[in-house]
């Protein structure tokens, strides 16, 4: 079945659409993508192929996601989303043990959410906090970004207190990631998102800051951005 899902694929590949993805997604020597391969297929495409091998077995998918290639990385966790709702806890468990194949922001974005905000939305976060502390960028990256599931269910606390241990970090994706869930949780309680940047004014990134504070009006926005609020 691997062999026929990694052939449909190639027959889908578009080398001079990959070329461009290579460099939108940072593929270069010492860059966060470093030696990540596209094939220039498109999304629908990989969810099209994910649907239709969704029931690829475990050692298969697992196959998938141990792949250099991006897309077959991206198919494998499609494969997962698809299926977490009849499978969570092997599923999640499976995911923490291939966080380092997760490895690029648009897998992260996808996937965390789905897969382990989820599941750990009615449970202990302690594992969240583990990896927010990770030397790993797209570990540190799983953790912030799968609070947004809390930050739908009006479950705020998470989000702060990860935020805050990653306000040091100096990875612009880490500090976009933080700034776009201070957003999405000041959508929900401005107040709170407010008084969040108050107290951590110093210790806020340029770019969290700036992410975080784009949906304000612009006299509050030119407040925050000059320190004068």
Not at 32 to 43: A, R
Not at 48 to 63: D, G, R
Not at 65 to 77: D, F, G, N, P
């Amino acid at each position: 079945m691997l062999n026929k899902l990694k052939q449909e694929l190639n027959k889908l590949a578009n080398p001079a659409k990959a070329q461009i993805l290579q460099g939108f997604f940072k593929t270069g020597n010492e860059q966060y993508g470093e030696g990540d391969i596209f094939l220039g297929v498109t999304v629908p495409q990989s969810r099209q192929i994910a649907k239709k091998y969704s029931n690829l077995p475990f050692l298969e998918i697992q196959q998938l996601l141990s792949s250099k290639i991006h897309e077959e990385r991206l198919i494998a966790l499609l494969i997962l989303i698809k299926n977490y709702p009849n499978n969570k806890g092997q599923i999640f468990n499976f995911y923490l043990k291939n966080t380092r194949q997760i490895n690029n922001w648009d897998l992260v974005d996808l996937s965390a959410p789905n897969i382990v905000g989820n599941y750990l939305k009615d449970k202990n976060k302690k594992i969240l906090y583990k990896l927010a502390r990770s030397p790993n960028l797209w570990e540190k990256r799983i953790a912030i970004v799968s609070t947004a599931v809390f930050i739908r269910n009006n479950q705020f606390k998470d989000t702060l207190e990860i935020s805050k241990i990653l306000l040091k970090d100096k990875h612009d994706l880490i500090q976009k990631a933080t700034g776009w869930m201070l957003r999405e949780l000041g959508k929900r309680n401005l107040s709170l998102l407010e008084t969040f940047l108050k107290q951590n004014y110093k210790q806020i990134p340029r770019t969290t800051l700036r992410y975080a504070i784009e949906r304000f009006p612009e006299s509050l926005r030119q407040k925050y951005l000059k320190g004068k609020f």
